[in-house]
């Protein structure tokens, strides 16, 4: 049985406030874009010599993690302990670039979660399966149902953002990851916390015109002066004709949303991983 877990990007991220365990609460909007891994589990023959019960091979051109650690591994395990899961081989194809705030591991994670589910009938539901998942990363319990979804707490917290969909419906992304890696945990302690002048949740309720100006991600500011190339990879996007463009998450990964497909991507950034795609 095979899965493709996609990636997200973030319309708007705030930090708020910190939390009393030293976590941020922040506040984003969660939105599935249509970059995807793949995640195959087969049945493990019983004869078969494996030391591990969930035999994970990984491949692909963005590799993320080791076998052993993997999330996908993790999620296989944390299910394990509830319930009675025969031995599987897995197969994870990554295309989702790591360190790049599209949320790759996550989702893979959260796939496996519903690959488990459906394949050995385990009858959870969506809530279930969120709750597993949240135990696993901030961001995983998105990916269980992966529809637009406004993230509170630390981004665990989830309601329906209902509008973004329809506002970028026809509209096309454009993907672009340099080789610079951000780290989240000192992104986190270079921001100063406060509420934004406006929520990332009635902003994307605009027109996509008016969130240049008003839809903010704090993480830009010290990512920006630490790496000078995100900026200029944000404003070659606009160059290019984005109607919006910004960091994904803590990044490195710049989107920008067209109205049209974009053309020159590829060429303007071809020392980076780039992705296009019709949302």
Known sequence: MITFPCAKINLG?????????????????????????ALEIKHMDERFPSEVDCDLKVSGNSLEGNETGNLVVKAYNLLAKDFELPRVHAHLYKRIPSQAGLGGGSSDAAFMIRLLDERFRLNMGNAEMERYAARLGADCAFFITAEPSFATGIGDILA???????????????????????????????????????????????PIATWKDELTNDFEVPAFRQHPE????????YELGAEYAAMSGSGSALFGIFRAQPTDVVHQFSDCFTFAAEL
Do not use: M, W
């Not at 030293?22 to 599935?32: A, C, K, L, S």
């Not at 995100?230 to 996007?237: G, H, N």
């Open 13 to 37: 991220l705030n930090i708020t406030s910190v939390r009393p365990d030293g976590y941020h609460n922040i506040e984003t909007v969660f939105y599935p874009i249509p970059l995807c891994d």
């Open 160 to 206: 329906p953002a209902d509008s973004p969909r329809g506002n970028l419906k026809g509209y096309h992304i454009a993907i672009v990851k340099p080789q610079v890696a951000v780290s989240t945990k000192e992104a986190y302690q270079l921001i100063t916390p406060q509420r934004p002048a406006k929520c990332c949740r009635d902003i994307v309720k605009q």
């Open 230 to 237: 995100l900026l200029a990879i944000k404003q070659k996007l």
